[in-house]
């Protein structure tokens, strides 16, 4: 059974620009989170989307939003990129909201110059 | 509110040598999850383990065992005998219900030859 994917892996953006990546998850699985890494704050909760509805939300601006598609496909966009927003996205899937084994991806590394 | 903290930034040890990861949590919940995860190089996330808050037993698999402690809120990870390729970064994390991961900021183990 294949992976979590991510793409794409590597993103080089200047501030102002906007960005999407993309998250494929395991077969079956309908529930999406995405998580920010960066070295100073570490590993945050950006939002979790199950059928294609978004369930949670972590402490972002609005610039960052997200949504999923009807094959669970799942899609972050970052609007107005900040210097700040450099880091390794993570996308995990998991079967359901209430299973709590998340599987995740390799992430995409987002620098913004 | 949930909170995971890794006192230990950074262990080295020698090959062969044992390490032990602590762990402590709060949160006012009763029914919640422990995990460990495992962050190689490349960047992936690695699940480890899976404890509930209702089964302190410990656990055993191959060189990994953990020690959980609801007394002392605590869910310690051991290797014995590490190898080389345990070096990583580790990261203890907790679920309550079935909101977000909240992650410990991790813990470097480098394991030299």
């Known amino acids: 059974k294949a992976g979590v994917t991510q793409t794409p892996r590597y993103l080089i953006k200047t501030r102002g620009q906007q960005v999407t990546l993309s998250c494929s998850p395991i077969s079956g699985h309908r529930s999406v989170s995405w998580y920010q890494q960066t070295p100073g704050q570490g590993l945050q909760f950006l939002f979790e989307?199950?059928?294609?509805?978004?369930?949670n939300k972590g402490n972002f601006p609005g610039r960052f939003s997200g949504r999923q598609f009807s094959n669970s496909r799942s899609e972050m966009n970052v609007s107005t990129l900040e210097l700040g927003d450099s880091a390794l996205y993570l996308c995990?899937?998991?079967?359901?909201?209430?299973?709590?084994?998340?599987?995740f991806g390799p992430g995409t590394r987002l620098t913004v110059l | 509110a949930q909170k995971v903290t890794q006192a230990q930034t950074e262990i080295s040890v020698v090959e062969k040598e044992d390490v032990t990861l602590d762990c402590v949590y709060e949160?006012?919940?009763?029914?919640?999850?422990l995990f460990w995860y495992k962050q190689p190089p490349s960047g992936e996330l690695v699940f480890l383990i899976r404890?509930?808050?209702?089964?302190?037993q410990n656990e055993i698999s191959g060189r990994y065992s953990w020690n959980f402690q609801k007394s002392t809120s605590s869910f310690n990870f051991t290797i014995t005998a590490s190898q080389v390729v345990d070096s990583a970064v580790y990261f203890c994390?907790?679920?309550?219900?079935?909101?977000?991961?909240?992650f410990g900021a991790g813990t470097t183990v480098t394991v030299r030859a």
């Open positions: 994390a907790l679920r309550v219900n079935d909101y977000k991961l909240s």
């Open positions: 404890r509930n808050s209702f089964d302190e």
């Open positions: 995990a899937s998991s079967l359901d909201p209430l299973n709590n084994e998340q599987f």
């Open positions: 989307y199950f059928s294609e509805t978004q369930r």
């Open positions: 949160t006012r919940d009763t029914t919640y999850y």
